[in-house]
C-alpha cells in the first residue's frame, strides 16, 4: 500500500507560483496566519476543478472564474486570474470576451433586480 503524503505549505505555494506566475498576497497572508486555510484552498480548488478527466480545459476554467471574479468584483482574484492568462497565453480576444460576458451578466442583474420597478410602473399605467 502507498501512503499519499500531504504537501508542505511551501509546496503548494511554489505549485501556485509555477501556475499563476505568482501566488495572490491574500494565500500567502492565509498560511503564514493558519496553513489549514491554505489546505482548504487546495481542497476547494481540487473540488471546483478536479485534475484527472476535467470537462473543461485549463483556459475555459481561467476565463469562467476570471468572469465571475470580476462580475461579482473580486479584486484579488481577478488579478490573480490576469497572471494565470498571462501564464496559459490566453489571447487578448479571449479575454474582451469574458470581459464582455461579466459585463452583461452585471446589466442584467440591474434589469433582474428591478422588476419590482417594472411593476410598479405597470401599475401606474392600469391606474
Known amino acids: ?3 499519499t503524503s500531504t504537501p508542505t505549505t511551501a509546496q503548494i505555494l511554489s505549485g501556485m507560483a509555477t501556475a499563476m506566475g505568482e501566488v495572490p498576497m491574500a494565500i ?32 475555459t476554467r481561467t476565463l469562467i472564474y476570471l468572469t465571475v471574479a ?11 486570474m490576469i497572471n494565470k492568462a498571462r501564464v496559459q497565453n490566453i489571447p487578448s480576444e ?5 470581459f464582455h460576458i461579466a459585463r452583461y451578466a452585471m446589466a442584467t442583474q440591474v434589469v433582474g433586480n428591478a422588476e419590482v420597478v417594472f411593476d410598479l410602473i405597470s401599475e401606474r399605467e392600469v391606474s
Request: glycine fraction near 2%; proline fraction near 6%; charged fraction near 20%.
Open 1 to 3: 500500500m502507498t501512503e
Open 28 to 59: 500567502v497572508k492565509a498560511a503564514s496566519s493558519d496553513p489549514r486555510m491554505l489546505m482548504e484552498q487546495v481542497r476547494s480548488s481540487a473540488f471546483a476543478m478536479p485534475g484527472e478527466n476535467p470537462a473543461l480545459d485549463d483556459q
Open 70 to 80: 470580476l462580475a461579482t468584483s473580486n479584486s484579488a482574484c481577478t488579478q490573480a
Open 94 to 98: 479571449k479575454l474582451l470576451e469574458a
